[in-house]
């Protein structure tokens, strides 16, 4: 297991269109998490699922964001109507009972 | 409320000196974790050190150390030896009783030759 996977790394799409991320954490992890971070400031929580379970949404998470585990494996998190402001770096990271990893996150671009 | 307080938005250090980057934190439960994590312009946010509430001595790694002051709820890292690879943007983060991450703004740190 090399760690968690980001797909895609770079995404540009139009204002309005729907985006779908996908996150792979490593697999004895059961805890997924997501975060958004935009430029020069530090990351800020979205959610978290603990196996399949989503336990957790920031209020950051407005109705146009939805995010998804099944299986407690990969996870999807999926922005539709995109907005100029969802342009960021979205960060996943898993963890056990001891420290997070974190993928090298999906930076989109809403023209 | 702002759980993770990074106050130095940029420094700039010597190749070879040390740096001590700031953060305190708030929270009111005894259970908790303090992570520092590194971020260089490629994006990855990697790991560099951690500090339990409860560990007595300071964490270090290599040259990395953490000046933990629990009565002040601070949590400086040290960086010492600069490297011109250390130049990045370092974060400080807390692992809250539910295991999420609250993250700091970031310090830039600048290494010059």
């Known amino acids: 297991d090399t760690g968690v996977s980001q797909d895609p790394r770079h995404k540009i799409t139009k204002r309005g269109q729907n985006v779908t991320f996908r996150c792979d954490p490593i697999s004895e992890h059961n805890r997924l998490y997501w975060y958004r971070q935009t430029l020069g400031q530090g990351p800020e929580f979205l959610t978290y699922f603990q196996n399949e379970a989503q336990l957790e949404k920031s209020r950051l998470l407005s109705d146009r964001f939805s995010a998804e585990r099944p299986k407690g494996s990969f996870s999807t998190l999926e922005i539709q109507r995109t907005e100029q402001g969802d342009s960021a770096m979205y960060l996943c990271a898993s963890s056990d009972m001891g420290g997070y990893t974190f993928g090298s996150g999906t930076r989109l671009t809403v023209v | 409320a702002q759980k993770i307080t990074q106050t130095q938005p940029g420094m700039f250090v010597q190749e070879k000196e040390a740096v001590t980057l700031d953060c305190t934190y708030d929270?009111?439960?005894?259970?908790?974790?303090l992570f520092w994590y590194k971020q260089p312009s490629s994006g990855e946010m990697i790991f560099l050190i951690y500090q339990g509430s409860y560990d007595q001595q300071n964490a270090t790694e290599g040259r990395y150390s953490l000046n933990f002051q629990k009565a002040r709820k601070s949590a400086n890292l040290v960086i010492s030896a600069s490297q011109l690879g250390d130049s990045a943007m370092y974060f400080c983060a807390m692992r809250e009783p539910d295991y999420k991450l609250s993250f700091g703004a970031g310090t830039t740190v600048t290494v010059r030759a």
């Open positions: 929270t009111s439960d005894p259970s908790y974790g």
